[in-house]
């Protein structure tokens, strides 16, 4: 029996993924279980799913707490979670990042997988919604499951484009994944923010400009979080308590707002 630890954020896919990889197991006739955790269910909060792939009569039904791998959907999330808790020495670690396998730090002595899911996830879909690129890594990385299980899978999620797109994800993430050998370190800093603050939930950070900006205070009515002020009629936002949602810069009629990538 195999047990995967998926982490996200909410909006990215987590825990779809997590089912699209246990049907995918299951098309190629093995027992697999698909199990999510629901926490704060809001876009850019920590999400986690678990996965189990094996025989029927080894299947306990709890969550996962010593996986063989983990897939990390977010870049960021590793430096407010401790991704790697539990993970055996044997495992590995699947991660959407923009750098290569060996210049990543971990605190474990386990094989990397690396591929800049997000950049495929915005090139194809048009979303950094990253589940389908990063199971395309998973299977390239691990071979647990075959690529055309987890097509079918896709297939079986999403009908039209939309499962057309998810495909090509899977594709292109497969051919891009990278596996290697991480930097061991022995302990990891991670941030700490205070627990109000949803700073550390952010991939993009909303950027507005003063010179396009006309006041109209779209944003300010619309921002879930109540993190936008108007400063001598023009938006501010208190980056303390964005969460980087991205419904400011849909909103802004004046295309004033830009959201940009977190530094990884
Ligand atoms: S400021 Fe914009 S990106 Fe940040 S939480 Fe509010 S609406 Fe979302
Ligand atoms: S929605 Fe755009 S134009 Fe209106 S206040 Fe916000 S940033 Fe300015």
Known sequence: MIEIRFHGRGGQGA???????????FLEGKHSQSIPMYGTERRGAPVTAFVRIGKKERMVRSLVHEPDYVVVLDPLLRKSVDVTQGLKESGMLILNSSVTPDQIEVDKHVKTAAVDATEIALQVIGRPITNTAILGAFCKATGEVKLESVIEAVRGTWSGGLAEMNIKAVEEAYNQTKVGTPIFVEKIQRETVSSNSKADWRTFQPVVSVEKCIGCKQCWM???????????GKCVIDYNYCKGCGICAEECPVDAIEMKMEVE
């Open 222 to 232: 619309l921002c879930p979080d109540g993190c936008i002020d108007m400063v001598d």
């Open 15 to 25: 825990v779809t993924a997590s089912r699209i990889l246990a049907t995918a197991a």
